[in-house]
Nanobody
Framework: QVQLVEAGGGLVQAGVSLRLSCAAS????????MGWFRQAPGKEREFVAA????????YYTDSVKGRSTISRDNAKNTVYLQMNNLKPEDTAVYYC????????????????WGQGTQVTVSS
């Protein structure tokens, strides 16, 4: 069974940086496209970023493009989301997701989800 465990969330002030991590187990990590989604209070879960199996292709939602970087370390079975210049509107529960699919597309359709990690950005 694939397990995804997020870490790195917390309460931060606007303008600072934060790095989320997601450790995968129970799978051949390099076979999965990986992504991050988030859900703010009262809103639907939304796509944030995705990375292909080798790390060569990435996609971002417009609201984080230019200030966030998704990366992965296949040797450590871990995917990261570096977020810079955080804004109050980034406040949400961030979920790691895994998709077993050969080609990465912007419409990531996860097969597995993590439990989420809370990110709260104060103004």
């Amino acid at each position: 069974q694939v397990q995804l465990v997020e870490a790195g969330g917390g309460l931060v002030q606007a303008g600072v940086s934060l790095r989320l991590s997601c450790a995968a187990s129970g799978c051949t990590f390099s076979n999965y496209n990986m992504g991050w989604f988030r859900q703010a209070p009262g809103k639907e879960r939304e796509f944030v970023a995705a990375i292909g199996r080798t790390g060569g292709r990435t996609y971002y939602t417009d609201s984080v493009k230019g200030r966030s970087t998704i990366s992965r370390d296949n040797a450590k079975n871990t995917v990261y989301l570096q977020m810079n210049n955080l804004k109050p509107e980034d406040t949400a529960v961030y979920y790691c997701a895994a998709e077993i699919r050969i080609i990465l597309t912007p419409s990531l359709k996860p097969d597995y989800w993590g439990q989420g990690t809370q990110v709260t950005v104060s103004s």
